[in-house]
């Protein structure tokens, strides 16, 4: 069993940045694969960047963003750079031993970026 907690959403400006932590319980976190999905009103969730747990990454999101893990923190981060409206949403992370990463979900953060 894993339970996410998400962290460090909020209000920013375009252009601005912000770093996302998704916090893992459970000893073996290193073990799976973590994604970061989105998901902004009236519209489907995405996948905006997953990590393997080997370390490899995969982005829709390319150039802005980027998905990191701290296995030792039992901690993924996404960081996003250059932010705009249109990335307004609630992200949320998940996490699983299949690809694409969605046994465990946590409850999300809200990202809202003003123009």
């Known amino acids: 069993q894993v339970q996410l907690v998400e962290s460090g959403g909020g209000l920013v400006q375009a252009g601005g940045s912000l770093r996302l932590s998704c916090a893992a319980s459970?000893?073996?976190?290193?073990?799976?694969?973590v994604g970061w999905f989105r998901q902004a009103p009236g519209k489907q969730r995405e996948l905006v960047a997953a990590?393997?747990?080997?370390?490899s990454t995969n982005y829709s999101v390319r150039g802005r963003f980027t998905i990191s893990r701290d296995n030792a923190k039992n901690t993924v981060y996404l960081h996003m750079n250059s932010l705009k409206p249109e990335d307004t949403a609630v992200y949320s992370c998940?996490?699983?031993?299949?690809?694409?990463?969605?046994?465990?979900w946590g409850q999300g953060t809200q990202v809202t970026v003003s123009s």
């Open positions: 990590i393997t747990s080997g370390g």
């Open positions: 459970g000893r073996t976190f290193s073990s799976y694969h």
């Open positions: 998940a996490a699983g031993l299949t690809w694409v990463p969605s046994d465990y």
